[in-house]
C-alpha cells in the first residue's frame, strides 16, 4: 500500500524531448509537493499545489509545467528537455488538517538523465 | 530568506556509538518547525524527527533525539547506538508556511557512514 507512488522511477532521454512523471498519493493529504534534487544531492522546492491550486512557484523555467486533476496527482510535464535538467525528481504530499507543521511524505523518486 | 545549514559533509562512527549531526538555521520567524530526514543509498526520504519550536522539549524517537536551540537557531541530531542500517544522508529541514502550503527548506546533507 504505497502511499505517494511515482512513475517512472529511471527516465532517460535526449536533448529536447518533452517527457512527463507521474505523482499519485493514496494519504487524503490536500497538498503535493514537487522537489529537485541535484547531483550534489541539493534538494529544493519547484512547485507546490493545494486543492488543484498551485501555491508556490519557485523560479522554475516555463520548461517545466506541472498539473494537477485532482487534490490526489501531480504529474510535471518537462519541454525541450536539457542537459542540467539532469536530477532526481521528488513528488510529496502532506496536509495542514489539524494544524500546520505535519510532515511531507515522499515518494521514491524520478531519475531523470537527459544525454 | 529561511537557511538552513549543515557544517559536516561528512562523518563516520562506528557501531554502537553515539554520532551527533549539526545543523543551524535563520529565521526571523517565531512559530515553526524543524525536520530531520533520512536518505539511505535506495534513495527514499524518510522522517526521522520533527521538532515543535513553540516547545522547548527536545523531540525523540528510539534511538534518535534532537538538541534544539531556539535562541541560538541551532538543532542538532543525537542518534545513540548507531547501527549499520543508519548509513545515509541526513537533511536538516525547516518549514514555513506560505500561502495555502507548506515548504520545506533543507540543508546540503550530511553523509553518515557507520563502520562495522
Known amino acids: 500500500d504505497t502511499a505517494v507512488s511515482q512513475t517512472p522511477k529511471y527516465l532517460v532521454t535526449q536533448m529536447g524531448n518533452d517527457k512527463s512523471i507521474k505523482c499519485e498519493q493514496n494519504?487524503?493529504?490536500?497538498?503535493m509537493y514537487w522537489y529537485k534534487q541535484d547531483s550534489k544531492k541539493f534538494l529544493k522546492i519547484m512547485f507546490s499545489y493545494n486543492n488543484k491550486e498551485l501555491i508556490i512557484n519557485e523560479t522554475v523555467p516555463n520548461r517545466f509545467s506541472p498539473k494537477s486533476p485532482d487534490k490526489a496527482h501531480l504529474n510535471l510535464h518537462i519541454n525541450s528537455l536539457e542537459l542540467g535538467d539532469s536530477a532526481v525528481y521528488f513528488c510529496?504530499?502532506?496536509?495542514?488538517?489539524?494544524?500546520?507543521?505535519?510532515?511531507?511524505?515522499f515518494g521514491n523518486g524520478t531519475r531523470l538523465t537527459v544525454t | 530568506a529561511q537557511t538552513v545549514t549543515q557544517s559536516q559533509p561528512e562523518m563516520s562512527v562506528q557501531e554502537a556509538e553515539t554520532v551527533t549531526l549539526s545543523c543551524t538555521y535563520d529565521t526571523s520567524e517565531n512559530n515553526y518547525y524543524l525536520f530531520w530526514y533520512k536518505q539511505p543509498p535506495s534513495r527514499q526520504m524518510i522522517l526521522v524527527i520533527r521538532?515543535?519550536?513553540?516547545?522547548?522539549q527536545n523531540a525523540t524517537e528510539n534511538r534518535f533525539s534532537v538538541n534544539f536551540q531556539k535562541a541560538a537557531k541551532s538543532f542538532s541530531l543525537k542518534i545513540s547506538d548507531s547501527q549499520l542500517g543508519d548509513t545515509a544522508m541526513y537533511f536538516c529541514?525547516?518549514?514555513?508556511?506560505?500561502?495555502?502550503?507548506?515548504?520545506?527548506?533543507f540543508g546540503k546533507g550530511t553523509k553518515l557512514t557507520v563502520n562495522p
Open positions: 529541514a525547516f518549514m514555513k508556511s506560505q500561502g495555502g502550503s507548506e515548504k520545506l527548506v
Open positions: 494519504l487524503g493529504h490536500d497538498t
Open positions: 510529496a504530499s502532506s496536509t495542514r488538517t489539524g494544524g500546520g507543521g505535519t510532515p511531507l511524505h
Open positions: 521538532q515543535e519550536a513553540y516547545k522547548q
